[in-house]
């Protein structure tokens, strides 16, 4: 069975931090980029961060850059995205996806193959 579950959210208050989990089963994470979105009440989906596999660069929206780090462990099948420094605008069920490729080419979430089902985020000031 194929599957992508995310793990880790929870509620915090501003300034502190969190670590999510993305582990796959079924598949293997190696050979594909991974990337981290998240959808607010009320907004679409945007992505926030994505791990290449064939070179390990990474990649991160505006509102991520400085405070979120992405990294992969491939011994263990999982992406992570860790989260410091979190707002209340962070709030939002955050998602893994995969594409089909080793490169993160695009943050469209219609590009992207494989979902998780998300983790709650949820950040008070």
């Known amino acids: 069975q194929l599957q992508l579950v995310e793990s880790g959210g929870g509620s915090v208050q501003s300034g502190e931090s969190l670590r999510l989990s993305c582990a796959a089963s079924?598949?293997?994470?190696?050979?594909?980029?991974v990337g981290w979105f998240r959808q607010a009440p009320g907004k679409e989906r945007e992505g926030v961060s994505c791990i290449s596999s064939s070179d390990g660069s990474t990649y991160y929206a505006n509102s991520a850059k400085g405070r979120f780090t992405i990294s992969r462990d491939n011994a263990k099948n999982t992406v992570y995205l860790q989260m410091n420094s979190l707002k209340p605008e962070d709030t939002a069920v955050y998602y893994c996806?995969?594409?089909?490729?080793?490169?993160?080419?695009?943050?469209?979430?219609?590009?992207?193959?494989?979902w998780g089902q998300g983790t709650q985020v949820t950040v008070s000031s």
């Open positions: 079924g598949f293997t994470l190696d050979y594909y980029a």
């Open positions: 996806a995969s594409l089909l490729q080793a490169m993160c080419v695009t943050d469209s979430p219609e590009e992207y193959f494989y």
